[in-house]
Every structure is written in C-alpha cells, then in structure tokens.
C-alpha cells in the first residue's frame, strides 16, 4: 500500500499528464528518441523505445548503428529505426564523426526527449558521437537521460552535464560508485538518500535516480524515495523500461508547460522534473511487480513491456476514462 507521500506525489504526476483529447494531433503527446544499439546489444534500446510507446508517447525512435538497426526492425514494426550511428569498425572511407555527429544532430530539433545509452557501448565513435549530442542537446534544452554506457560519458567527461538541470541519470550502485568516485564523493559516509543528495549537487543539480531495493531521487536539493513493491527476479534489461517511461513521462511535462490543454498550471518546472522522476520509478516497480507475480523466476526484460501500460493504470490512473 502507497504511503501517503507516495499517493501525493503520483497525484501530482497524474495532474502532468495529458488528457485523451480529440483535438490533439500527432506528436504532441511526445517524441523520443532513444540514442544506442551497437553490433553486440539491440535488446536494451528496443526496451526503452517500447516502454516510451507504451506509457503512451506518440512516435517513438532509435537511433542506432546499422547493425541493429537491421535486427531491431525485425522487433517491432512501431518503433522508427535510424541507422545513423557508426562503431569505428564499421565506419565507410567518406565517413568521419563530423559526418555521422551531423545527421544524428539534424533530428534533435524534431525531438522532446532524448535517452542516451541503452546498447551504446564502449566504442570511442558512438561515445563521442553521444557526447555531440549532449552537447547541442543542452544548447537546444532538450531534456535527457543517461543510463548505462551513456553514464560513462558521465564519469569520464561530467562537464557535459555539469549544472544541466534538465537532466536524468539512472545509475545503479556500481554506477552511482564510478560516478561518485569521479566527483570525489565518498559513497562510505552517510545514508543513501544523503549520498546521492550529495552526488546530484556535486553535478550541479542535476537528477539522480539511484535504483536499488529502494530507489533514491535527488537534485540536491529536494530528496524522494520510490519504495513501491517490485519483483524479486534481477533480470538484465528492467532498468530500459524505466528509462522509456521516464522519457516520455519528460515529454507529458513539456506539454504540461507547453500549456496544450487547459489545466491549472499550479506546478513547478523543477517539481515537475522530480515528478517525472518519481513517476517513471513508481511504474517501473510495478511492472517489475506485475511481470514477476506473472513469470515468477522466468521474468525477463520483455515481460515488463507488457505491463506498461497496466502499471501506468494502477500508480498513476488514466484521466476520464473507464480503463
């Protein structure tokens, strides 16, 4: 059962999220773009993109190396796959970072939010392809998250996002102690909640969700916990489903700013970005809840593709409708 915390602040997100209306046109309801998949790993962001579909954004993208694209294609028909990133073995004779950075920059003006490392991989041509993006991504203030090897970015180059408040990183404990140690953070003194306060404002303020048994969420200033239940299996992959769901999530936000439908305007960009924060934790441990009740110790990343929806139902609820 929620606490009452917890019920108030999932009332705020349902108060972010945009009606069903008949008056709405295509992309208004978000478009997101998840930025990964090498040669080796086309699972994770074909997950991100498809919790994005899920919880309901209206043109969900990957943009990723051919290689992928070829086999994330084959995933799911609803999913727009671009084959515009390079692993440096697979670069063409007429191809440099200039030319592979110049058309994946060209689709970030059509974007709300962008998901940066899910399948990325190591590979010095994507990550430095990625830290482009970043880079004219906060010129343009698009939102972003950083998970997995986009979180390399951060540990190794954290000037990139230093101070961009507009801002997601998702790192789990191993990730949060690299990023902490980048910092010069001790990760030994003080309570979690306490530690990764400390780590969002070393960053500037930007938004950690440390995810754990409890997943803690900081801009340094304002701390939440997400304490929902989720499943007890620890599959590789549940942690793309959270980023999905928070990307589109940060585009229901732009639209609540954007003002496309009447309401009261009574929240806070900077609450907002915590919300949606909270909002895409709250979902992800119910998905993980529901897959695992379903699958029991079979549950795999996959089986919580399939409960986005529900589990957006059951946290956050649908607005005027019998859902």
Known sequence: MANATTKELLGKVYKMVPPMLESFH?????RVAVIGGSEDYTGAPYFSAMASAKLGCDMSHVICEPTAAAVIKTYSPNLMVHP??????NLATAENLDTVATEVLAMLSRLHVIVIGPGLGRDKLMQETCARVITEAR?????????????????TRPELVDGYKECILTPNVVEFGRLAKAKGVRVDEGKPEELCAKLASAFGGVTIIQKGAKDYISNGTTTLVSDGEGGLKRSGGQGDTLTGSLATLLAYRKAYHDGIWEHEGDLEKGETLALAAFGGSAITRECSRLAFKEKGRSMQAAD??????????NVVGEKGSKL
């Open 26 to 30: 295509k992309g208004q309801l978000g």
């Open 139 to 155: 010129k343009q203030n698009i939102p972003f998250v950083l998970d997995a090897d986009g979180l390399y970015l951060a540990q």
């Open 84 to 89: 515009y990133m390079r692993q440096s073995k």
């Open 304 to 313: 919580l593709t399939e409960h986005v929806h529900q589990a957006f139902l």
